[in-house]
């Protein structure tokens, strides 16, 4: 892979004030996808939801995000929980809202995950979630509401795992 544009989802068009908040993980395709939107113009910052009080991933993502060069916030999934009244919600079913009410109180517009699928708006203003070129993590996301996907970039959904893995290690 080339430092040069790397295509993804469409979102080559913004300008750099526009703000993107990715969350972490600390995993390869969290870098990758920071990355990708930082080459594409968008102004990064991450963010970690914290499942559980000892979760090893807070950690992890906020050495990527020092590594990185970017500003990493930790969100607690336990708050968000109480805060939406939803007690039958799973943890992890709580990352996508945790990132959007985070992006809300930060005044920024996208949130963005290192998952490898699409997500397309049709000509009728309807965003579909579409199963990645190579990888296919859409399943895990097929349950989004429209309000999420209108505000999801996926930037992996036109790479490999080892262009991914590339990008990561650069």
Same mark, same amino acid.
């Given at each position: ?12 068009t913004y300008e750099q004030q526009d ?15 920071? #990355?990708?939107?930082? %080459? ?19 950690? *992890?993502?906020?050495? *990527? ?17 109480? %805060?939406?009244?939803?007690?039958t919600a799973a943890p992890a079913d709580l990352r996508f809202p945790a990132l959007?009410?985070?992006?809300? #109180?930060?005044?920024? %517009? ?7 699928? #699409? ?26 509401? %429209? ?24």
């Open positions: 892979m080339s430092d040069t544009f790397l295509p993804g989802s469409g979102f080559d703000k993107v908040l990715v969350g972490l993980c600390g995993g390869t395709g969290c870098k990758a996808a920071v #990355r990708i939107l930082q %080459q594409q113009g968008f102004a990064v910052m991450g963010a970690v939801v914290r499942l559980c009080t000892d979760d090893p991933v807070v950690d *992890a993502a906020k050495e *990527a995000a020092k590594a990185l060069g970017i500003e990493c916030i930790t969100l607690n999934a336990s708050e968000l929980a109480s %805060q939406l009244a939803e007690e959007l009410a985070a992006a809300d #109180r930060l005044g920024i %517009q996208y949130i963005a995950t290192g998952h490898r699928a #699409r997500v397309e708006t049709g000509a009728d203003g309807v965003h579909v979630l579409c199963p990645a070129e190579i990888a296919d993590e859409s399943a895990r996301l097929a349950a989004l509401p %429209q309000e999420t996907l209108g505000r999801l970039i996926l930037p992996l959904g036109d790479f490999s795992p080892e262009d991914v893995a590339e990008m990561a290690a650069e």
